[in-house]
């Protein structure tokens, strides 16, 4: 496999180390998990099933399972340190483990926070860390509160950027030595909301709550019933909503003053009355059935209980079987889908301690080649990325790249370009060039070199098979059959390039009977059953992100990547990636997929309130559609909050279970101590008293979000057509500053001359005769309908 001899410690207790941990467990690496006396506290977290010793954690299970897990009490840490590759610390900076660190030791220090910055000491939770990076606020009804679900969503990006970070330090370490890495889970989360910080803060406009499964600025966007179940429908393009209207037999609502999301949205009531009920006439199948024949974006939404036994991924390698205690569990398997060097889809879970502390024997420690670059520069200098990315995920993936320091190529078409530059082609956007203006399009792009190629041309085509020639990967997120209609296909590149790793991003996957299905982020969140945790009794499940799914695409994909660089540097062999960011997405609910293989548990839905935190939940507070996220996260903590908020005589109830049972009674006192008090001042009092509290901001707010702020996480940047506006930053960082933006995304074909002169040594005169032939250009030139079904 493809970390095999990699050795990995992992010590402390975090949802977003383990998992990052976990992740080299998928490839093979010795992964040795230390365990204080008592075991892992995430040994205790929801959801539980019974196991053959009395109630056990499908969380602790899914994050754990092929890994080695010993005591930290029986480990000679100096002597594991000595010949380790790789420390992942889980909120644990105990100085003995600090002390013994090499060198020449990838650290990736895992905190809610990060080392530094106001908010570093505070305590949190998953749902209070979403609250703060802006992931609630715009969820729920339109009068509030706004919703949240209670775990593992900001534990799995996190542990994704963590993963990042550590392959990253592992690419450069024959060049730099170690690298120590702050891995901030708050940060993490931020990257699942820039999109919206960014058009919110071009706009100069904060983004209001709209209701359940309404997001600008696409409608619809949401989960609608159908007569024997629910589907998931994303409607962007013009063409799409006409499409939709027609599948349903209304024609007459496809009119020009509904073309886009954003003219449709004040009108969804009115939209909703009559297309719904016509969605409610006929199964969720035959509605998946008609996307698929019509190209439109539409899902079944599964119960997550259905997941394990679905054909369609079993076949496609996307369940694991995890043996454990004398049975097999089943839970979604690793979306790192490496075609050379796969995951693991069949896993053991130790059972606690009974791993010896010591390595397993090697021959000798893996070596990864590194590219030439001078000593220090950013971990990824030397490599060279093809990016056929658009939209979100792809870019994202593209975009961390480059901000690692990779040489990232985006290629687009001036009739084809990143639809994240907007779909809209009527004449005012070319007068006005509007498609300039995105901030969107802005933070996903930059410290990339952009070129504008006619791949319909022969001459375009034989640009991007140069370009292709000197890259060490090339990344495409189109739908299946793009890039091969264009003479493209990811075999043939990697026939004329046996070192080249190429990753498809698609929402199935290639392998799948689904793989024409199209889709958004919006499309993945549906139909990876997540939507079925979050919600009030009587709600249709509940999205909780407008396209979820492209910033976890994005990040998957990049680890992915990431993966198979190393075994491409180890081996001298490329690979194919068939990544299903539907699979990506899968991996939210694998607690609750893993909990009922193993005795029948259904998930249960939550609109706020964690199952193991009592009391917990969104609290209102002073001020306009003002909100917190608070959370009681253990006995001990109770009577601190109890005596926070002036009710000393519920403090004698100090089990959890007491607790739970007079909830309305707790939650009536805590709002009345939160609404009179600002969000800010709120989470500051509960905070000094140890409390895990998280404002729920709007995403706008974040850019003078204190914490944020002191890390230097926003990099103001000039570009054209936009001025100064705000980059937010990687979520990993190995020095005191963030990871730089060296120039800003690029205006279209922006580096045509220097990328085709510098790179494929084409002269002026070629470049102008290109130029005159429309093979490339810089301005936006409309050509039918610009849709090519980008995931």
């Known amino acids: 496999m493809g970390f095999a001899g990699l050795r990995v410690l992992e010590t402390g207790s975090l949802a977003s180390a383990s998992w990052c941990a976990r992740l080299f467990a998928d490839f093979g690496a010795d992964v040795l998990k230390l365990e204080p006396d008592g075991g892992d506290p995430l040994r205790q977290a929801s959801p539980l099933f019974d196991g053959p010793s009395g109630h056990e954690s499908a969380a602790f299970a899914f994050l754990n399972f092929g890994k080695r897990l010993a005591r930290r009490r029986d480990a000679d840490l100096s002597a594991l340190l000595s010949d380790c590759d790789v420390l992942i610390l889980g909120d644990d900076d105990a100085p003995e483990i600090a002390a013994c660190a090499r060198e020449t030791l990838i650290v990736v220090d895992a905190s809610w926070f990060g080392r530094s910055g106001p908010y570093r000491d505070h305590p949190a939770t998953d749902a209070t860390v979403r609250a703060l990076a802006g992931l ?21 990006v996190a542990g994704l950027w963590a993963f990042i970070a550590a392959c990253a330090g592992l690419m450069a370490r024959a060049r730099d030595g170690g690298r120590r890495f702050d891995a901030s889970v708050f940060e993490a989360c931020v990257t699942l909301t820039e999109y919206q910080v960014a ?5 100069n406009e904060p983004q209001q709550r709209s209701g359940i499964g309404r997001f600008a600025p696409t409608y619809p966007l949401g989960v609608y019933r159908a007569s024997d179940g629910w589907i998931g429908a994303t409607m962007v393009t013009p063409a799409q909503w006409g499409g939709f209207c027609e599948m349903l037999g209304l024609p007459e609502l496809a009119v020009p003053h509904f073309t886009t999301g954003l003219e449709r949205l004040p009108h969804a009531d009115e939209l909703e009355a009559q297309f719904a009920p016509r969605l409610a006439e006929k199964p969720a199948a035959h509605w998946f059935a008609e996307g698929l024949k019509r190209r439109l974006p539409i899902v079944v939404v599964p119960k997550i209980e259905a997941l394990a036994s679905t054909p369609e991924f079993r076949a496609r390698g996307a369940i694991v079987d995890i043996h454990a205690g004398g049975r097999t569990l089943s839970a979604p398997a690793s979306p790192l889908r490496l075609a050379a060097t796969p995951p693991a889809v069949e896993a053991t879970l130790a059972n606690a301690g009974s791993s010896a502390p010591t390595w397993i024997a090697r021959d000798a420690a893996p070596k990864f080649d590194t590219p ?12 060279r990325i093809v990016d056929f990315t658009m939209g979100w995920a792809g ?48 933070v996903m792009n930059r410290n990339k070199r952009g070129i504008a190629i006619d791949l319909t041309r022969p001459e375009g085509l034989r640009l991007a098979w140069a370009l292709v020639a000197k890259a060490d990967a090339v990344v495409e997120n189109y739908s299946v059959e793009v890039l091969p209609k264009l003479g493209l296909a990811p075999a043939g590149l990697r026939a004329e390039n046996p070192k080249l790793v190429t990753l498809s991003m698609s929402a199935f996957g290639a392998s799948s009977p689904w793989r024409d299905c199209r889709a958004y982020g919006s499309t993945l969140e549906q139909a990876s059953g997540l939507p079925q945790l979050l919600g009030r009794p009587g709600d249709p499940p509940v999205m909780g992100h407008p396209a979820y799914g492209d910033p976890v695409g994005g990040l998957a994909g990049m680890a992915a990547l990431m993966a198979a660089l190393l075994n491409a540097r180890r081996t001298g062999e490329g690979q194919h990636i068939d990544l299903s960011q539907v699979e990506c997405m899968m991996q939210m609910v694998g607690p609750w997929a893993l909990a009922h293989s193993a005795d029948g548990t259904m998930a249960q839905r939550s609109a706020g309130r964690h199952p193991d935190h009592a009391p917990s939940g969104v609290y209102p507070c002073a001020g306009e559609d003002a909100w ?4 009681a996260t253990s006995d001990a903590a109770w009577p601190r909050l109890a005596a926070l908020i002036g009710r000393p005589d519920l403090a004698a109830l100090l089990e959890r279970a007491a607790r739970q049972a007079a909830a309305r009674e707790i939650d009536t006192a805590l709002s009345a101590w939160t609404r009179a008090r600002t969000p ?24 003078t979000d204190p914490h944020l702020v002191a890390r230097d996480f926003w990099i103001w940047t000039e570009r054209a057509h936009i001025g100064r506006h705000a980059q937010p930053a990687a979520a990993v960082r190995d020095a005191a500053a963030p990871y730089p933006v060296r120039w800003p995304s690029p205006t279209l074909g922006q580096y045509n001359r220097t990328v085709l002169g510098e790179l494929l040594g084409l002269s002026e005169t070629d470049i102008d005769g290109l130029e005159r032939a429309g093979v490339i250009g810089d301005q936006l030139v409309v050509a039918g309908d610009a849709e090519r079904g980008a995931a």
């Not at 058009?199 to 706009?203: G, L, Q």
């Not at 917190?628 to 959370?631: L, P, T, V, W």
């Open 136 to 156: 609630v606020q715009l969820v729920g009804p339109r009068d509030g509160p706004p919703m949240a679900a209670p775990d593992f969503q900001a534990g799995y």
């Open 199 to 203: 058009e919110a803060a071009i706009r």
């Open 372 to 383: 030439q670059a001078p000593k220090g520069a950013l971990p990824l200098s030397g490599f």
């Open 395 to 442: 870019p994202l993936c593209a975009r961390t790249l480059a901000d690692l320091g990779a040489d990232v190529i985006k290629i687009e078409g001036c009739s084809y370009p990143d639809w994240w530059r907007g779909v809209d082609r009527r004449p005012n956007v070319l007068r006005e060039k509007l498609y300039e203006k995105t901030g969107r399009y802005a």
């Open 628 to 631: 917190i996220s608070i959370a």
């Open 680 to 703: 800010d001042v709120a989470m500051g009092e509960l905070h000094a008293a140890g409390i895990a509290a998280g404002v729920v901001r709007r995403p706008l707010d974040l850019l």
